[in-house]
Antibody, heavy 119, light 107 residues
Framework: EVQLVESGGGLVKPGGSLRLSCAVSGLSFRSVWMTWVRQAPGKGPEWVGRIKREIDGGTIDYAAPVKGRFTISRDDSKNTLHLQMNSLQTEDTALYYC??????????WGQGTLVTVSS | DIQMTQSPSSLSASVGDRVTITCGAS??????LHWYQQKPGKAPKLLIY???TLESGVSSRFSGSGSGTDFTLTISGLQPDDFAIYYCQQSYSTPLTFGGGTKVETK
């Protein structure tokens, strides 16, 4: 069974930092591209960014609202995905999901970790 | 960025109805279009990928069609478990983008 488990969310003040993690099991982690998607309360999903697998160059792409503030990384030895979030803004308040799939589309999702940015 | 526009934003339907949701892309996404279902408190669930391919384990009452800029999700014979929000998403180019969602409510 494929499992994705996010952790690291919490309450942080504007301008603060937070590091999210996503532990993956049940599939060959190094073989998949990994993605972060967030969903603000009452809103639709928003793509945050993705990291390709190493054999595809490990390229990382970000959405404009987070570029330069967020950093995606992966540790293939630990089957773990990370999202380092700096200079957090109130607009970053959301449920953050990690997600992936074996073909196009995101078949596997975690349960999400809530990030609240508030003073 | 490619903008994804869904219509309607909400609809009311009864069990057994045939429901159609459309998704338009601001430029061609070829067939890199996927459909998700989301229920309250849950992560989105992939229903259809590559515009027409049913995800494993998903009921065959869901079907997708279209290519380029115009896509459709059809639910044939709405079931009680199908009342949810549906999103389309393109993966043709970054940033990957989602539609605004269609809420299917009970009439």
């Amino acid at each position: 069974e494929v499992q994705l488990v996010e952790s690291g969310g919490g309450l942080v003040k504007p301008g603060g930092s937070l590091r999210l993690s996503c532990a993956v099991s049940g599939l060959s982690f190094r073989s998949v591209w990994m993605t972060w998607v967030r969903q603000a309360p009452g809103k639709g999903p928003e793509w945050v960014g993705r990291i390709k697998r190493e054999i595809d160059g490990g390229t990382i792409d970000y959405a404009a609202p987070v570029k330069g503030r967020f950093t995606i990384s992966r540790d293939d030895s630990k089957n773990t995905l990370h999202l380092q979030m700096n200079s957090l803004q109130t607009e970053d308040t959301a449920l953050y999901y990690c997600t992936t799939g074996l073909q196009n589309g995101y078949s596997y999702w975690g349960q999400g970790t809530l990030v609240t940015v508030s003073s | 960025d490619i903008q994804m526009t869904q219509s309607p934003s909400s609809l009311s339907a009864s069990v057994g109805d045939r429901v159609t949701i459309t998704c338009g892309a601001s430029q061609s996404v070829r067939s890199f279009l996927h459909w998700y279902q989301q229920k309250p408190g849950k992560a989105p669930k992939l229903l259809i990928y590559d515009a027409v391919t049913l995800e494993s384990g998903v009921s065959s009452r869901f079907s997708g069609s279209g290519s380029g800029t115009d896509f459709t999700l059809t639910i044939s014979g709405l079931q009680p478990d199908d009342f949810a929000i549906y999103y389309c998403q393109q993966s043709y180019s970054t940033p990957l983008t989602f539609g605004g969602g269609t809420k299917v409510e009970t009439k």
